[in-house]
């Protein structure tokens, strides 16, 4: 992890820049040999067509920020779409993914483990295109015979992905992504049905090296994403006019935080399970673990703890935005009292198999078993439905944005935002709520209590502050998100520390994270964890407009 802020190294740039000079010497050596290898150009041509297709997907989710399920799908999915036209194109296509949609609901109680799922929906869906090919051939309709252009297996994915997070966050987001994704495959059939386009690569090879460029510019210089601007609203509001922006995109956090202080080489150990073991023995107070299921075969060990208690927390060593966490608050006889409703042993015992199956997420699959952490008093009026925690972003030891999550009544228990919690902007020099978002949208109170939140105070602040920015020194990475909850009787525990921290803290702050950041990065790692804390406090009562001594 570095302690000072990374110098332009423009050495770095040289093995790029000699591919680029050999993708100019192999364009010139075809060029000179264009009426040897025009014909297999031409009829490679599907090639090029599938370069200009990513390229302009890449370019509207990088310049734009339109979401999609998955990457590069939609080029390939595209495709087809030459053959077929766009308007035959996508009833094929609306028809595959309702065959997935109602696959998946009809083999939603069978419990099958996702892989076997998954296979049996793509046979369904090959058995669909074979349906489609008969009433082709039966009414004489080509256009539909096209079907098996269709990449099954893709088509398949991403209409399972789609189910599988209405499943977990409702319609509305993932309604989002899956109009996106039809946008981008529209958007990617059209530049590559232009012929004059697709010409124009295939006669000038020193083409081929500019697409290469042109992703890498876009990839290395565009720091605000037009959505950026609306989902940052609030903060743009906040600063004087003419002046910077001041809030951190998703490509700025990525290029100039993530990639910098994050090395990749430590992400298989930023885990629940293995953070555990390194925080806990150098101070770190966390949740106790009560079990790890490390696979199918610890299923019968889980079945047996299950008859024994009555309150914990499962949930994946390993997962994206809190997803697949179960809270278990009690039981009454063979029936559980949790975040998602009453569940059985069985029900419970399906859960931990969803997370071993890894749909919450990549990385280890494995589930953990925790103590259930009781809420402080302090906090009940302000989060009656579950577990409110504070989300503190710690930049190379120094504190510099926090934010308490609280769940409701709509969010099933869970802090996340995206979930339906709330997010509250904290002074961090007192631990005072200063501004409260719901939605996006700002409250004033509770929505389910009716309890104010602009001035209430976290009990244990400088203790919040300390131990989070403790777990982030202590994990390898330089920039993370730790959450930290406040047990009744223990105090501020360490429940999760995030590689890659959102952004929605900034407009719970209604403040922008940039600023912030390069002040941290002018210091570097100065001194013990306590004293940057008092740094980052005195840079605070400063407005962040100076280097504090």
Not at 2 to 12: D, I, N, T
Not at 427 to 434: K, N, Q, S
Request: hydrophobic residues 50%; charged residues 20%.
């Amino acid at each position: 992890m570095p302690s000072q802020p990374l110098r332009p190294q423009y050495g770095r740039h040289l093995p790029f820049l000699g591919l680029i000079l050999f993708l100019l010497a192999i364009g010139e050596y075809v060029r000179w040999n264009m009426d040897r290898f025009y014909v297999v150009l031409f009829f490679s041509r599907l090639f090029f067509q599938l370069a200009l297709g990513v390229t302009i997907i890449a370019v509207v989710r990088n310049v734009v920020g339109i979401r999609t399920l998955g990457t590069f799908a939609p080029a390939i999915i595209a495709l087809a779409f030459l053959q077929t036209g766009p308007f035959i194109g996508l009833l094929l296509l609306l028809n595959i993914v309702a065959v997935v949609v109602l696959a998946r609901q009809v083999l939603a109680e069978e419990r099958i483990q996702q892989a076997h799922r998954v296979a049996i929906l793509v046979i369904l869906v090959v058995i669909a295109i074979a349906l489609l090919e008969l009433l082709a051939e039966a009414y004489r309709f080509p256009e539909i015979g096209l079907t098996f252009l269709f990449p099954a297996l893709i088509t398949a994915w991403f209409a399972e992905r789609f189910v599988e997070r209405v499943d977990r966050l409702g319609w509305a987001r993932p309604s989002l992504a899956f109009l996106g994704t039809v946008l981008m495959i529209l958007l990617a059939w059209f530049v590559m049905s232009q012929e004059w386009l697709v010409v124009l690569v295939i006669q000038n090879p020193e083409s081929w090296a500019l697409l290469v460029v042109l992703n890498w510019v876009l990839g290395t210089r565009v720091q605000y994403r037009l959505i950026d601007r609306i989902r940052f609203r609030p903060v743009r509001e906040a600063v004087p006019p003419n002046a910077p922006p001041g809030y951190l995109s998703i490509n700025l956090r990525n290029r100039d935080f993530i990639s910098r202080y994050n090395p990749s080489s430590i992400f298989p150990h930023v885990t629940k399970r293995r953070l555990k073991e390194r925080l806990v023995p150098a101070g770190v107070p966390m949740p106790r673990t009560l079990l790890v299921v490390r696979g199918r075969e610890d299923v019968k060990m889980l079945e047996q703890f299950l008859r024994n208690s009555s309150t914990f927390a499962m949930k994946p060593v390993a997962s994206l935005g809190g997803e697949g966490i179960l809270i278990v608050r009690g039981r009454t006889g063979e029936t559980f009292d949790t975040n998602l409703g009453p569940m059985r042993i069985q029900d419970l015992l399906t859960h931990a198999r969803r997370i071993l199956d890894a749909e919450f997420g990549s990385g280890p699959v494995q589930v953990l078993i925790e103590e259930l952490v009781g809420q402080h008093p302090a906090l009940r009026r302000v989060a009656p439905n579950g577990l409110a925690d504070v989300r503190v972003l710690s930049f190379l030891g120094y504190p510099v944005m926090a934010m308490v999550r609280l769940p409701t009544a709509e969010s099933k228990g869970r802090s996340n935002l995206h979930s339906g919690g709330i997010g509250c902007g904290v002074d961090l020099r007192t631990g005072r709520i200063t501004h409260a978002i719901w939605y996006g949208k700002p409250i004033a109170s509770h929505p389910d209590t009716g309890a104010p939140l602009t001035g209430l105070e976290i009990p244990s602040w400088p203790e919040i502050l300390d131990v989070a920015c403790h777990a982030q020194d202590l994990s390898g990475l330089g920039y993370a998100g730790v959450d930290v909850v406040l047990d009744a009787v223990r105090g501020p525990l360490v429940l999760e520390v995030n590689k890659r921290p959102g952004l929605e803290i900034q407009n719970a702050n209604r403040c922008g994270l940039v600023p912030r950041l390069r002040s941290i990065e002018s210091l570097g790692a100065q001194g013990e964890v306590p004293d940057r804390i008092q740094t980052a406090l005195r840079l605070e009562a400063a407005g962040w407009k100076g280097v504090a001594g």
